[in-house]
């Protein structure tokens, strides 16, 4: 539909679309900075989704029940915040707005989770809203069957353009939602042929509808700027069975001089094309101004899910007092009371019996402590169940047929599988976790990396965790990926030396609210080295001093995960030859990095020499080794130089020197 047709058929939706577009224009023009393009080419189908279709409360954005929107071609940041401020999200106020990009200000380049009411993931990386929204439809999906649709029952909408669709993570996510029949979950695509280099065509001939079909998804298509053809497809894809996407043909910054262009895509800031635009809106008002009829038609939208949500509220007051604080319980985030007893008991069991086992198993223990206890806990893997050790007997499976079960089957889809944790752990009231191999860290990183930007509790299983996998050889075994996931920023790195502190970083992970978790445990077995039982989660210490000097303390020894032993053993042959050891466990160094001077400096004082073993590079010692009190010449390291090799775990340890016996040789040679 051209511009002349659609103001003079629609002009109120016309006035509402061009007071997205005009904010946009003045922001990225105030900002000398950002993409204007994509809002000015989706300001229609925006404003009919939420004029039409979207059930929110301005008011209340935690309403639980609200359908939630990502806006997954995040760089077209300008459009949420539109209509945000619009439709009178409070904190998204007009100064917020002009303030676009700038330091200080909730409005960033991409949108932020935890910024604003309203913005439901961080966005920016392509392909990731399209494939977290994965997450929130299978929370949906799962909450519904439980609580019933009186209480869950809402849409997830995405907007994608055509680099989320290029993505190959995008494929991983369609896939997984279509074999699922996630019918609450519909993408828009702005099908407006253009990139930043220029024309799609450029760098892809993919028919992406038929890519969704062939995907199980039902695909509709509309004139992107028609709002009555926008919201006859949007209605029918509501209407359908399985996951739908809705293919939006639309011009890139519409109405413009860079219509259509890849120019169009990025910032427009040219005063005179600003002007030229205006006119050609027909919007003769000044930067910024949104005239009063149009603020408050924008402001009647927030307000139309006010009675649906009272009507929501009344529902769930209706529900037993039980069911309302366990429901109130879990969209908090918080852990039943029971599970640090849970916690303990299991704790007191592993001490009494010492087994020895690998620390996958150990991780497998603790959840067929929790899982039971702690109900909205929802597992998975990437084909990888068996060797994960990620699913419990109690869980059931989540399926077209039984969406009330709690473990999902990825397939081989690490990307998809890490996205779609973040969007169940994002909706809220569920706690997800899956597992992969270590290595394939690589395949998850990028949503890993948001889940610690959101600041959100996902959690990534990874097992297989060094050369002590075996004869699966260098490409499954990692060593480099400890120090790739403590190098992140806000995330807890935890390896487990024994069934003990399995369980205590399973209860930090679960009772945190604000950073991932990466569990790093082994496939070869090890022996328990918590063998006194005690109350306290030494864990929540990060490090902490597992076995002392009986003399004159000379040499501290730390040690993560399956090489803990190996300290222990080393241990006893330098306090046979007269040599003080203490034993520090290293088990989450993040953790360990947060407690206070003078706990850092009883565990590890100045003085001693010190080594650290562990089965991968020795990047992230050094604060622990040279810093801390430490000195180069009195610290020394275990680990690996390079990649490994294909080879029994006993052999590959011994040809790389990762040894008690190595261990005392280094510890004499600092001496």
Known sequence: ????????????????????????????????????????????????????????????????????????????????????????????????????????????????????????????????????????????????????????????????????????????????????????????????????????????????????????????????????????????????????????????????????????HGALTDAKLIADTRTAYGWAHGPFEIPADVKSAWEAIGQKGAATHAAWKARLGALSEAKQVEFARQVAGDMPKRLPAAIRALKKTITEKAPKLATRQASEMALEAINPIVTETIGGSADLTKSNNTKTADMGVFDIDTPKGRYVYYGIREHGMAAAINGITLHGGLRAYGGTFMAFTDYARPSMRLAALMGIPSVFVMTHDSIGLGEDGPTHQPVEHLTISRSTPNTWVFRPADAVEAAEAWELALTTKTTPSVMALSRQGVPTVRTTHTQRNLTAQGAYILAESTRKRQVILMATGTEVAIAMKAREMLEAQGIGTRVVSVPCMEIFAQQDEAYRRKVLPPGPVRVAIEAGVRMPWDRWLLGERGTEKKAGFIGMTGFGASAPAERLYQEFGITAEATVEKVKSLL
């Open 1 to 264: 539909m051209d511009l002349p047709t659609l103001r003079r058929e629609h002009p109120e939706h016309w006035s509402k679309a061009v007071a997205i577009r005009t904010l946009t224009l003045d922001a990225v023009a105030a900002a000398n900075s950002g993409h204007s393009g994509m809002p000015m080419g989706m300001a229609d189908v925006a404003t009919v989704l939420f004029e039409k279709h979207m059930k929110f409360d301005a008011a209340d954005p935690q309403w639980p029940d609200r359908d939630r929107f990502i806006l997954s071609a995040g760089h077209g940041s300008m459009l949420l915040y539109s209509l945000l401020h619009l439709t009178g999200y409070a904190d998204m106020t007009l100064e917020q707005i002009k303030n676009f990009r700038q330091w200080g200000a909730i409005t960033a380049g991409h949108p932020e989770y935890g910024h604003a009411g309203g913005i439901e993931m961080t966005t920016g990386p392509l392909g990731q809203g399209l494939a977290t929204s994965v997450g929130f439809a299978i929370a949906e999906a799962h909450l519904n069957a439980r609580w019933g649709k009186k209480i869950v029952d809402h849409f997830t909408y995405v907007i994608a353009g055509d680099g989320c669709l290029m993505e190959g993570v995008s494929q991983e996510a369609i896939g997984l939602a279509g074999r699922l029949k996630l019918s609450k979950l519909i993408v828009l695509w702005d099908n407006n042929d253009i990139t930043i280099d220029g024309k799609v065509s450029l760098s892809d001939v993919t028919d992406q509808k038929a890519r969704f079909a062939a995907s199980g998804w039902d695909v509709f298509e509309c004139d992107g700027h028609d709002p009555a053809d926008i919201d006859r497809a949007i209605t029918a894809a509501k209407a359908s069975p399985r996951p739908a996407m809705v293919a939006c043909t639309t011009n890139i910054a519409l109405g413009s001089s860079a219509q259509d262009t890849s120019t169009g």
